[in-house]
C-alpha cells in the first residue's frame, strides 16, 4: 500500500526566506504527483502536477521537483511572503484513478 | 474556469438525521469522489465514482452511501448521522484515464452533528 510522508508538519519562518517541503512516497511506480495549497476551512487548490516522465514544474516562485528512483518530491518556495501561509499537501497517483495523500505541511509565513 | 461546488458551507444536524451533501461539477468529467479530513488523519477517501450510476467504496464508506444519477452531480448520504461523522467533506472531480490530470477540489463542507 503506497504511504505518502510529508516533513515537516509545521514550519513558521519570517518573510523573505527561501522554504523547502518535503513528500516522500513508499511505491515508486506513480503516474504522477501533485502539490496542492489548502487554506483554513476551505478546499485544496492545485499548485504544481509533475508527471512521472518529468522531474519537475515551475510556476512563479514555486518549483517542484520529483524524484522517483527516491521516492521523493520537494516543493520549493522563494521569497515566502505571509500570503503563503496554507497547510500544503502533496499526493502521489498510481494504478487507479485514486491519488493518496500525505497529511500536509502547514506553514506560516510571519512579516 | 473550472468549478466544484458544495451544496452547503456549514451544516448542523442532529444525531440520527438523515444528511445529504450535494457536489456538483461543470467539467464534464467522469470520475467524482468524496473526501472526509480530520486534524491528524488527513484526507480519507469515502467514495469515488468513474461513471454515471458507478460506485465504488473508498477507505470509510461505513456510515455514508452515494448517488450519481447524473455526470455533474456526486451526491453523499449520511444515512444516520452520528456525532463521529462531524467533520469537514470535501468533494473532488477529475477526467476518466486522466493520470496525468489534476483533482479539482470543491470549497468543502463542515458538518456539525450534535
Not at chain 1, 499537501?89 to 500525505?102: D, E
Request: net charge neutral; hydrophobic share 30%; with cysteine.
Amino acid at each position: 500500500k503506497q504511504e505518502v510522508t510529508q516533513i515537516p508538519a509545521a514550519l513558521s519562518v519570517p518573510e523573505g526566506e527561501n522554504l523547502v517541503l518535503n513528500c516522500s512516497f513508499t511505491d515508486s511506480a506513480i503516474y504522477n504527483l501533485q502539490w496542492f495549497r489548502q487554506d483554513p476551512g476551505k478546499g485544496l487548490t492545485s499548485l504544481l502536477l509533475i508527471q512521472s516522465s518529468q522531474r519537475e514544474q515551475t510556476s512563479g516562485r514555486l518549483n517542484a521537483s520529483l524524484d522517483k528512483s527516491s521516492g521523493r518530491s520537494t516543493l520549493y518556495i522563494a521569497a515566502s511572503q505571509p500570503g503563503d501561509s496554507a497547510t500544503y499537501l502533496c499526493a502521489v497517483l498510481r494504478g487507479s484513478y485514486i491519488p493518496t495523500f500525505g497529511r500536509g505541511t502547514s506553514l506560516i509565513v510571519h512579516p | 474556469d473550472v468549478k466544484v461546488t458544495q451544496s452547503s458551507r456549514y451544516l448542523v444536524k442532529r444525531t440520527g438525521e438523515k444528511v445529504f451533501l450535494e457536489c456538483v461539477q461543470d467539467m464534464d468529467h467522469e470520475n467524482m469522489f468524496w473526501y472526509r479530513q480530520d486534524p491528524g488523519l488527513g484526507l480519507r477517501l469515502i467514495y469515488f465514482s468513474y461513471d454515471v450510476k458507478m460506485k465504488e467504496k473508498g477507505d470509510i464508506p461505513e456510515g455514508y452511501s452515494v448517488s450519481r444519477e447524473k455526470k455533474e452531480r456526486f451526491s453523499l448520504i449520511l444515512e444516520s448521522a452520528s456525532t463521529n461523522q462531524t467533520s469537514m467533506y470535501l468533494c473532488a472531480s477529475t477526467e476518466q484515464g486522466a493520470r496525468q490530470e489534476t483533482q479539482y477540489f470543491g470549497p468543502g463542507t463542515r458538518l456539525l452533528v450534535l
